[in-house]
Nanobody, 119 residues
Framework: VQLQASGGGLVQAGGSLRLSCAAS????????MGWYRQAPGKQRELVAV???????NYRDSVKGRFTISRDNVKNTVYLQMNSLKPEDTAVYYC??????????????WGQGTQVTVSS
């Protein structure tokens, strides 16, 4: 399973960005999909996760500002980020917990996309 992320960039504080991540390969189904981020010198942290049924969970610092969604037909997960703050600056990684066509569970990561928020 391969994940291709896109949509990062440079934005001023208070601005918005939308990240996308498409999964490809011989996929039978995808369970949870999520977004993580890693700032310089810090550990990777969970930002948001969405189940195959659409249930979501967010880290406290992004609640009310970020929205995760997915298109199960396109095997794509999105992260709409509004009211961005400088502390949101990080490399954002998408993640998918998938079952391949030969019924093997595979957890995959995207390549990372840089989000930079200027003050």
């Amino acid at each position: 399973v391969q994940l291709q992320a896109s949509g990062g960039g440079l934005v001023q504080a208070g601005g918005s960005l939308r990240l996308s991540c498409a999964a490809s390969g011989v996929i039978f189904s995808i369970n949870d999909m999520g977004w993580y981020r890693q700032a310089p010198g810090k550990q990777r942290e969970l930002v948001a996760v969405i189940t195959s049924g659409g249930r979501t969970n967010y880290r406290d610092s992004v609640k009310g500002r970020f929205t995760i969604s997915r298109d199960n037909v396109k095997n794509t997960v999105y992260l709409q980020m509004n009211s961005l703050k400088p502390e949101d600056t990080a490399v954002y990684y998408c993640n998918a917990d998938a079952i391949t066509s030969d019924y093997v569970r595979r957890v995959s990561w995207g390549q990372g996309t840089q989000v930079t928020v200027s003050s």
